[in-house]
């Protein structure tokens, strides 16, 4: 086809043009979703529960993926720093993923048990109390206002059409039993997520306030879940190297 | 402009716009067309040596046996077994790990070998403990017991005195580290009323010298050693704390919960003394370490912290 005809015909030229495009898109991404290896065949991670969910979002309100990545990479530094490297399988029900390169501040994708609740509460309340070089805002409000949770069910049903597996049903209930055993399916039940929100803040205290639910709960119940859903001394260390 | 272009003999596109307008059709750079197909080439080298094509579920590992990857991995039953791959970032990390382990490796095993009283005898092992503890304990112990381990009052212990609530031998340290700690102290807001929260108070500011009410303290001592309050049950009938729970010593001039050394006025040593009775206190949590770090690094850091930064005992 000759040049001239195509740059005469605004349609043909729209066309082509998204084919070159499209081109590089399928060879690179549509492979992903039929390899095998991609996800890590690993033991241990679920859906969010109701109340870290909503840590979640407020995580991502917050912006604080624009200081803190989520993704420790396979090298000796981050190794030594953070921990084992991080599984695609760790992110497989974070929509949107937190993955990145930007690190202002560290990595928090192993951060989960890393200091007490006490301690994140305080430091997100004024970090330079506790670490003195800090550069990170203070976020006080987070522990001052109440969470509300009133659309709750509406943000899991969100994430239900992505494909994370979180159970209206009855046969959709047992079937979440069997998968990640009956104390995580009970907490993926839409019906059931104001009152297992309420039950968890209240066990878990993550705001060392118990009087009150706040943002602050559900911040830091998402902060200590990060990282510490598959116990890697199950396996062997170069175990996950065979799905690269 | 336009008399110019009418000039020029170079081929064209053939386009014309506004009457005389005309697009030159000069080739590419030689030096352009040479880089772009060299790319051609470096992309065929590439896949020869990386993954690299997706085909159906997997993926082409570049021609097997031209750029491998051996290292040694560890099993979960420790044994190890030396393993060859294709090229991977995941085996790359372990090449450069069984590097680091190489490097450490002998004076970490000294360190697990050895007593801690061996290590700490051992001038050269102790270089060792100290730079590889300062890096450890900076990145997991500093966020709370701040970075020289001096403690930060209401949050976390100074690690630098010879006081330890939890006991200060190696193996009380160790202990510490391995599971952590959650210390509480409940609230006796339902259980005295203000004037005998007031008393007690007292009572315990008199135990260390503090500015306080000698007739209230008196009153204090009672309720201190009284069954209503039992405070004696957990901080001794001395007083002086207990390390098997964690309880503090009353008597000497460290305060961790309530402030009494940052407060000006004796009312306000009060207050924070009284405060602290009232409502209790559930803040006294350390991680458990085990999970997080190996069992040499926890040995090694208990050394570090009862010789390096002072104090142990």
Known sequence: ?244 | MSQDNKKVTTETTGHVWDEDLQELNNPLPRWWIWGFYITFAFALIYWLFYPAWPIANTYTKGVPGLNNVTYVATKVDGTQETKTTHWNMRSKLMVEMNELHKEQKPYFDKVAGKSFEDVSKDAELMQFVNSAGKTLFSDNCAPCHQAGGQGKVKFAPNLTDDYWQYGGTYENIQTTIVGGRHGVMPAFKAILSDAELTEVSHYVLSLSGEPHNAAAAKLGDAIFHGDKAGCYACHGVEAKGNIAMGSANLTDKIWLWPDVLGAKTPEAKLGEVKTLIYGGMDKGVMPVWETRLKPEQIKLLTVYVHDSLGGGK
Request: hydrophobic share 35%; proline share 5%; with cysteine.
């Open chain 1, 1 to 244: 086809m000759k040049h001239d005809k195509i740059e005469r015909n605004v349609g043909i030229l729209i066309i082509l043009t998204m084919l070159a495009i499209s081109a590089g898109g399928l060879v690179e991404i549509v492979p992903l979703f039929f390899i095998k290896e991609t996800v890590e065949k690993v033991d241990g991670v679920r859906p969010y529960s109701p109340l870290e969910l909503r840590g979640r979002d407020i995580y991502i309100r917050e912006g604080c993926y624009l200081c803190h990545s989520q993704m420790i990479r396979p090298f000796r530094d981050e190794a030594l720093r953070y921990g084992h490297y991080s599984l695609a399988a760790e992110s497989k029900y974070d929509h949107p993923f937190q993955w990145g390169s930007k690190r202002t501040g560290p990595d928090l994708a192993r951060v989960g048990g890393k200091y007490s609740n006490d301690w994140q509460t305080q430091h997100l309340t004024a970090p330079r109390s506790l670490v003195p070089q800090s550069v990170m805002p203070n976020y006080p409000w987070l522990s001052k206002t109440e969470l509300d949770y009133s659309d709750i069910q509406g943000r899991m049903k969100a994430l239900r059409v992505t494909g994370v597996p979180y159970s209206t049903s009855k046969a959709e209930f047992d079937k979440n039993v069997k998968e990640f055993g009956e104390d995580t399916a009970k907490n993926l039940h839409i019906p059931d997520a104001e009152k297992n929100l309420i039950a968890q803040a209240q066990v878990g205290n993550y705001d060392t306030n118990p009087d009150k639910l706040t943002e602050m709960d559900a911040l830091v119940s998402y902060l200590q879940l990060l990282g510490t859903m598959v116990d890697f001394r199950k396996y062997d260390d170069d175990y996950f190297a065979k799905f690269r």
